[in-house]
């Protein structure tokens, strides 16, 4: 039920010579670029039991980058960490997605984190962030349950409609919903969710948000919201809402687009953490405004200057950003780790 039949409905008629019945559908061929693709995917790490020095396998992640920009002629190569969420970082070494990141430096490569794991946040990798004059943005993709609190924090202020309390749920399948049900993972996630509501109605609003790894969802995900706030006189009243979304297919434009400004970015010389991508994520760099709109108009300038002819009064199309930015064609962008969240 719910689906198409993979045969033709029945027609009450035994079949014959001249009525056999239909052939399966047959599988469709992976696209030619697709396979391209995946033969680039390298096996990682570090895994359970790798006797590698923290030297070594950012030796090994830097090769893979360095090598694949050679391979391929790229004038550059964006790394983008789109891996399942570690926890807090605090434990003995350097957590994977610090490694990776660490070699992106090395490699000379933009870097963008999409996820709320460490990355380029260790303070062991502040001096070469600092010498590597390399444009940057992160962290925490903002796709669906954040993106929407962005939207409604906002109101309220604006309204002096005082918030006591936002409280909310995450019911999760996926690669996500089973790295989440660890709880430090867990807890590094939340920590951006929160920070939208801080940074716009101040500390002391209370409520948590529970996540639960219901692995049936696959990649879909139901994210509520509970918000008691007062209203004139200080009438209570309560806001709910519910967001059901594809995690990969709400995360997907995003990374592209963020590829390619970073890229441009990069082409156009600019350097240290890029703050007008505020816009794409929960816990962005520096002090930007709380606001969606606010940080929608930030991205829109930061888009024209990147043109090289800018237009006044050019929108840009799509997701987020205009094809015209002007993003070279022969700039390549690589995942980090692990596969689109």
Known sequence: MGG??????????????RSAPAAPPQATPAPPRKEAADREIRPGGPAPGDTRTTEELVTAFTHDLTDFRRRCGLNRVVVVNVASTEPASGGVGLPPSTLYAAAALRAGCPYVNFTPSTGLRHPALAAPLAAGGLPHAG????????????????????????????????????????????????????????????????????????IDDVPALGEWKTAWDH?????????????????????????APLVLDLARLTARAHEKG??????????????????PPASLSAQYARLLTFGHSLSDHPEPGERPTGTGMDAGTGTDTRTGTGTATGTAR
């Open 4 to 17: 198409a039949a993979p045969y033709p409905p029945p027609t009450g008629r035994p079949p014959t010579a």
């Open 139 to 210: 962290r925490d993709g903002k796709t669906g349950q954040t993106l929407l609190r962005a939207v409604l924090a906002p109101m309220f202020h604006q309204r002096a409609l005082t918030v006591r309390a936002w409280s909310g749920s995450n019911l999760l399948g996926g690669g996500d919903g089973a790295a989440l049900a660890d709880p430090a993972a867990a807890a590094a996630k939340n920590a951006g969710k929160e920070r939208v509501l801080t940074d716009t109605l101040g500390p002391g609003v209370e409520g948590q948000v529970h």
């Open 227 to 251: 918000i008691a706030f007062d209203g004139f006189l200080g009438t209570r009243m309560i806001l709910q809402t519910l967001w059901q979304g594809c995690d990969s297919a709400l995360a």
């Open 270 to 287: 600019l350097t240290g953490p890029l703050e007008d991508l505020a816009f794409y994520f929960k816990d962005p760099e520096g002090t």
